[in-house]
């Protein structure tokens, strides 16, 4: 499956697209999380270091990898980040759920719990800001040394810079990420409690 | 000598904290050079997890020891808090109400209650360890001292200025509670100020010098406060002293208890009974989370007027979000029949609030107001303090049949939407065009949600004499019930005198006393007095007795008790006492017994503990 809106847009595009697309964005999101420890939560992320892409271009035949290369992320903050969404958007419940037994009406319904608890907390954890500024679809030049992980380049790719083209997507970045602070052994991979009423 | 100026807003719903740094004025000097900023409180969002917020929910959750994880309420300043407060005492509540206290603050203002005895939550089971409004409130405070105390521990909240708002309408033994709950939890230098003046601060500080050109000699602003849980409204006159500007508080209105909540509530209601006709019926949790889905969706419709509708959706409890999700609708039309007529409903001036008397079965509990219109809780306000310029020099007394404001104020959450801001405004000024008056202007560019912590945090600042203060004192007239000398007659009951103990506008840190009245006090027994306080006679002097007064002009507070220690008298005495009342520099009221004889002085008891009930 692929998670690059861009490049899967729908002809129609309906609310359960809609959903599917910001998803999309939200995993992206989680990707691109810098890990950070619990007691420092306040970060401002550093752009240049902050792309986690699977990478593949790494010879799997050399163990002794630099360690400071290629760091293991922890877990932690994707979890406790997977929690909020699930208590704030009750997303985990809606992924999980075979939407092709519902009506589009009815998947609707459910997508506006999603969508505006995604918001809600997207807006209260992270400060995100589109990384081109230029309406999408208008042309743009590239001077020399532009950031490869800022920008990427598709189509005819040849030649150097300066490159001319057609700005797809704007791009996001998180430029602050302000999760809450966990308390010394919280159990984070309790995504959501059983509850039992008595 | 303290550094910062504290101004902690305490309310029925919300807490926030605001300061100013003294150290860290401008040189020069002037109004809108010094900062203001918001404490964030760092409180439990959801179980194991820390947030810093601007607003402390004043909710209060005693958990059960099951419900919890050892490590989940761990806050930086206490690894296992025995009660929870804030967000996650709020969500956890709306689950398991039987363990939620809220609005402990107006039921520190209900005068039928000990407000000392542990009774809230109400209703709960024996198990649940019960709490008094006091403990309460002191449980809000001490959070924001630990709050304050982990960010500035160089500067303990111990050693600051702390100044904390009350509702004008609060009785002077909610006041004393208050500040009594503050002195407990250590803040030693205190303040108390009433919320529409802090928000009235606020608004001064916001305009900087251009507040000058905004109002000027003569005119009357009406403060209307509409928070989550009541109703606060007050009149301030413009006035000149010695060249400059002066502000005087002239009036404040009933303890009314309404406020957005209601407005949620009765839009849950609404839509509840519109699913009931489709036959679908709702149970308690699912009126609940309607209540937290109508309050989105009013906001939304109220803040853009080219919406019609707004869907609400109740998602399931269960993991099945889609099948199990109710559906319905929130409408424009909806809204403007529930809110806008409902809460303000256009009436003429004259119209007072409905009142229906209480069965005798009534349960204990608030003493909700029975009118939901808010207008008509207006109209009787303004229409009741027709003579509160009479005593103010500059000031013609007023022919008409109601005061008639030249600009209003807004505060509070519910008047952030403009439709019921207009509305409020244009109701007032259709009023006013009746005894063809200049209608109102609105005094802009408050923060309606945060200014009464930061009116009360620039308070400390005014304190220091620098700034406009609005001056006015205790906002009523204070009497004690005497009864009548005059033989008994079967089945009368002996009609009652009312002697004042406090004018009207005593100012603090004044102080009268009533030497021509001497009374008798029984040593070792408790005696207790009727209490009454009046908003609108500005004219009796200590001493005055009054033998009859016109119906709603003196209120019954709850009674007041005086009782001499045994120590160095003998039991069984009767001991000539007369009466002093002083108005503390906190601003609260503090009445003594003194000795007619010597001058041993004994505090009288504002709040007494009941037996019953």
Redo the contacts between chains.
């Keep these: 499956m692929n998670f690059d809106p861009s490049l899967q847009l729908p002809a129609v595009f309906d609310i359960t697209h809609l959903v599917l697309s910001g998803i999309a964005i939200i995993l992206l999101i989680l990707l691109a999380l810098k890990p950070s420890k619990n007691t420092h939560t306040d970060v401002t992320l550093n752009p240049a270091i902050s792309s986690e892409t699977p990478d593949k271009a790494i010879p799997l035949k050399e163990p002794a990898v630099n360690e400071s290369v290629i760091k293991s992320t922890s877990p932690d903050s994707a979890l406790q980040f997977l929690s909020l969404l699930q208590q704030e958007a009750r997303m985990i419940d809606f992924i999980y759920e075979n939407i092709s037994e519902y009506s589009d009406e009815e998947v609707g319904a459910a997508a506006r719990i999603v969508h505006e608890g995604s918001l809600k907390a997207i807006n209260e954890y992270f400060t995100l800001m589109p990384i081109r500024e230029e309406e999408e679809g208008s042309r743009l030049t590239l001077q020399d040394g532009f950031n490869a992980s800022e920008i990427r380049l598709t189509g005819k790719v040849v030649g150097s810079a300066p490159f001319s083209g057609t700005l797809i997507h704007r791009g996001w970045r998180a430029q602050e990420v302000k999760l809450p602070k966990i308390s010394e052994g919280h159990d984070v991979t309790i995504i959501a409690a059983a509850e039992v009423e008595l | 000598m303290s550094r910062y100026s504290i101004g902690i807003d305490l309310g029925t719903t919300h807490c926030v904290v605001s300061f100013v740094d003294l150290e860290n004025e401008g040189s020069t000097a002037i109004e809108d050079e010094i900062k203001q900023e918001i404490l964030l409180l ?1 409180q439990l ?7 810093e917020k601007a607003q402390l929910p004043s909710f209060l959750y005693q958990y059960h020891e099951s419900e919890v ?6 806050l ?1 300043w206490d690894r296992r808090p025995d009660k929870l407060v804030g967000e996650l005492a709020r969500s956890l509540g709306s ?1 398991t109400p039987i363990r939620l206290i809220s609005s402990a603050k107006s039921w520190l203002c209900h005068g039928g209650v000990d407000r000392r005895s542990a009774f809230l939550p109400l209703d709960a089971p024996e198990e649940v360890e019960k709490m008094s409004p006091f403990d309460v409130t002191m449980t809000y405070l001490e959070h924001i001292k630990a709050a304050w105390n982990q960010h500035f521990y160089e500067n303990p909240i111990e050693e600051q200025e702390v100044t904390i708002t009350v509702p004008a309408s609060f009785d002077p033994a909610a006041r004393e509670l208050t500040a009594e709950a503050a002195r407990s939890s250590g803040m030693k230098n205190l303040t108390l100020l009433e919320e529409p003046q802090a928000a009235v601060y606020s608004w001064i500080h916001q305009a900087g010098d251009a507040w000058r050109d905004q109002v000027s000699v003569g005119d009357i602003v009406l403060v209307v406060d509409i928070g989550g849980g009541t109703t606060d409204l007050s009149l301030i006159a413009v006035t000149e002293e010695e060249g400059n500007l002066g502000l005087n508080r002239v009036a404040v209105g009933d303890h009314i208890l309404l406020g957005g909540d209601n407005m949620d509530l009765a839009l849950a209601y609404c839509i509840k009974s519109k699913l009931a006709k489709q036959g679908k019926k709702l149970q308690a949790w699912q009126v609940l989370a309607l209540t937290h889905s109508c309050r ?1 969706a009013k906001e939304g419709l109220l803040a853009d007027s080219t919406v019609d509708v707004v ?1 609400l ?1 109740v ?1 399931s ?1 269960g ?5 199990g ?1 109710l ?1 319905s609708e929130l409408t424009r039309a909806e809204v403007e029949s529930v809110l806008v007529d409902g809460f303000f409903p256009k009436v003429d001036v004259s119209e007072l609030p409905v009142q229906t008397a209480r069965g005798a079965l009534t349960k204990l509990g608030l003493p909700y107001a029975q009118d939901a219109g808010v207008t008509r809780h207006l109209a009787a306000f303004l229409t009741k303090q027709v003579d509160a310029l009479n005593n103010l020099a500059g000031f013609e007394p007023v022919t008409g049949a109601f005061i008639q404001p030249t600009a209003i104020l807004f505060n509070g959450g519910v008047l952030k939407a403009p439709v019921l801001a207009e509305r409020v405004l244009g109701i007032i000024n259709s009023w006013l065009d009746t005894e063809d008056a200049k209608p109102a202007r609105l005094l802009d560019g408050a923060d309606l949600d945060l200014s009464v912590a930061k009116g009360a945090a620039y308070y400390g600042y005014v304190r220091r004499g620098k700034g406009v203060r609005i001056r006015g004192g205790i906002a009523n007239a204070y009497y004690i019930g005497v009864e009548s000398a005059m033989p008994a007659i079967p089945g009368i009951e002996i009609p009652m005198q009312a002697l004042c103990v406090a004018p009207f506008g005593m100012e603090e840190g004044s102080s009268v006393t009533m030497q021509g009245e001497e009374l008798g006090l029984v040593v070792g027994e408790p005696v207790r007095f009727r209490f009454y306080g009046s908003a609108t006679r500005r004219d009796d002097q200590p001493g005055n007795l009054l033998e009859d007064w016109d119906e709603g002009e003196l209120e019954e507070l709850p009674e007041i008790q005086a009782t001499l220690p045994v120590e160095g008298l003998s039991s069984g005495e009767v001991v000539p006492v007369y009466l002093a009342a002083a108005v503390t520099e906190v601003g609260t009221l503090r009445l003594e017994a003194v000795a007619v004889k010597g001058d041993e002085r004994w505090n009288v008891e504002l709040d007494v503990r009941e037996n019953e009930k």
């Design positions: 760092p969002a959801s179980l194991g997890s820390v947030e994880a050892p490590d989940d309420l761990a930086p689950k989105d869907p959706v998602p409890r993991s099945k979000l889609i099948g999700t559906r």
